[in-house]
Each structure stands twice: as C-alpha cells, then as structure tokens.
C-alpha cells in the first residue's frame, strides 16, 4: 500500500530540516497527520499545508526541535514548487459531498 | 396486533417509498457524473429495498399459505436481486473505503460467495421449488448480509471520526462531516431491521404474540429511522443545511 507523494515530501523535508531521522520524521508527520484526521495514503498538498500550519510545529516542540514554528513556515513555503500528485481515487469526502447534492 | 402490523405496513411502505426515491436520484447522479459509487449505491438501494426485500417477504407469507411453488419462484427472484445488491453494497464500500487494501478485495469476494453458496444450499433442498426454507443456509445468507451492514457502519464511524478532527482544522465541510455520522447511524439501524425481520419467520402469532408485537414495533421504529436518515444524508433540505452551518460555527 503506497503513501502520497504529499506524504513522501513533507517527510523528506522534515529529514532534510532538522535531526530527525527517516523513520521518525515519516513517524511524526504520521502522528500530525492521524491528529487532524487525515489518511497518509491520500494526503494533499492543501491539507499538508494546513497540518504544516497548525499541528506540526507543536508535534516539533513536543520531540526538542527548536524553532519548529520557522521550520514549519519554511517548508510551507516550499509547498506550492513541490512534486506533489493527488491522488487518482475518489476520497470517501469527494463521494459524499457528491451524493448529497 | 392489529394495530403494529398495520403500523408495520405503513413504515414498510415508507421504507420502500424512500428507497426507491434515494435509489433512482442516485442512479440519475451516476448517468450525469459517470462515476461508479453513486450507481452501486443506487443499484444496491433498488435491488436491495425494493426488489429482494419485498420479493422474499411475499414468498415468506405465500409459503404457508396455498402457494408453495409461487413461494419458492418469488425467493429465487429475491435471492437474485438480493446478490445483486450484496454485490453492489459491498463494491461500494470497498471502493470509497477502502481502495488500496487488498483484504477488502478479499472480504468482498467473500461476502459473494456466502450467497452464491446458500443459492446451492436453497436449490439442493428444493427451497425454490416447494419445500420449506432450509434454515442451515438461511443463517448462512444473514450472517453475510448482517456482517456487509456492519461493515458499512463502522467505516462510516471510522470516518466520521477523521472528519470530526478535520472540521476542528478548517479542512472539511460541517454538512458533508454530519453525513457520515447520518450514514453511519443509518447503518446501525438497518442492522437492527434484519434481526428484527428474523422473529416473524419463526414466532407463532397465538403463542408469542407480545413478542411479535415488540419485534415489528423495533422494526418499525429502524425502518422510519433508516427513511429520514436516508433523507437527510442523501437529500437534506435547506433548513437542515443552515441548522448544521449554524451548528457548526456555534461549535467552533
């Protein structure tokens, strides 16, 4: 079962950004991620950014990163340039919202 | 007795009224976005409410009555119609639940066999023809069909749950967030209906009459239940829209 490339990115960039390791990099953007709800298999850059915003930097702090509000901001930024494909499936989201009209 | 059986017939008819409305809107938004859940949602709501229920009710009452061979046409008909569902119910949830996993794959291929088995079961003991249902394959065939109910529930729960904590970040919609909760209530609920429609099978009506009459009582009150949920999840009215909204903002 692949990830999305949403997910690969903000974890290579959190690696790339601070003493994380891979494994606890992916480890804590899956934590920020399950926090505000959201799948790591059909993450999007949208919800990435918010999660980027609002939960990561306290996910940061709460492991010792100094500054994880900047790093946050400075990966944020990056976001719009990055690689990133949504995902060809339908989310359960895009199903409901259509079939209520 | 008298009084919840029509009551029963009131709420089956409501039932049957909704579905079928739900059922042919979603079958119209399927031939306009082309895409498959919103057509096997649809297909499962017809095939499922309106044909195999109805149709394996009738030969329930005609198979003691004078109409043995009629009894068993009708539940193969049903039984048909009711795969069909089983099919398309299942599909559904594994297509927008769970697209990437291959044990869903599995389950669903599961779920199809029960019946395709029980349909063996039901021909060898001539239950299409005019002896009596053999009662082996029929807890067989409930199972699977109560364990699909329950699957749907519980992705709706699982869901819903995700869209909570999304909603409290801004990234989801409070009516889209509340369909999940409407769906995954509605499911619970049909849940309720197929064990309650199992008692009248069994239940004589001048030995255990209260129980019978508690019985299509809770079917009754699931079957109204589902028919509003339904309602609500797949045609809201505005007033409903605004009060979610409202709801919502006042939460946040």
Known sequence: MSTSTAFEWLCGELESATELDRLASRGTVRIALKQAGLDPNAATADQISVVLQRVLPGELGSRGIEAADGICSEIAARISQAPIEDSTHDSPEAVFRRLGG | ?252
């Open chain 2, 1 to 252: 007795m008298e009084f919840v059986v029509v009551a029963q017939a009131l709420t089956g008819a409501l039932y049957l009224l909704t579905t079928l409305i739900i059922g042919s809107r979603l079958i119209m938004l399927a031939r306009r976005t082309r895409q498959l859940p919103e057509f096997l949602l649809g297909g499962a709501l017809l095939l499922g409410g309106i044909l195999a229920g109805p149709l394996e009710a009738a030969s329930v009452t005609l198979r003691g009555e004078t109409a043995p061979s009629l009894a068993g046409t009708l539940l193969l008909a049903g039984k048909i119609a009711g795969l069909g569902a089983l099919i398309c119910h299942a599909e559904f949830i594994r297509r927008v639940f769970r697209p990437r996993e291959r044990w869903a794959w599995l389950l669903v291929a599961v779920m199809v066999s029960c019946p395709l088995a029980t349909f063996y079961g039901f021909n060898a003991h001539g239950a299409f023809a005019t002896s009596p249902i053999p009662w082996n394959w029929f807890w067989l065939d409930l199972s699977v069909r109560i364990a699909a109910s329950t699957w749907l529930a519980a992705e709706g729960a699982i869901y819903y749950g995700m869209m909570r904590r999304r909603l409290r970040l801004g990234l989801a919609d409070p009516l889209v967030t509340n369909r999940f909760l409407l769906w995954t209530i509605a499911g619970c609920l049909s849940i309720v209906m197929l064990f309650t429609s199992v008692p009248p099978m069994f239940l004589d009506r001048a030995t255990a009459g209260n129980l019978l009459v508690l019985d299509l009582f809770v079917f009754s009150i699931a079957g109204v239940g589902v028919s509003a949920l339904y309602f609500l999840t797949f045609l809201p009215p505005e007033s409903f829209r605004r009060w979610i909204g409202t709801t919502s903002e006042a939460v946040n």
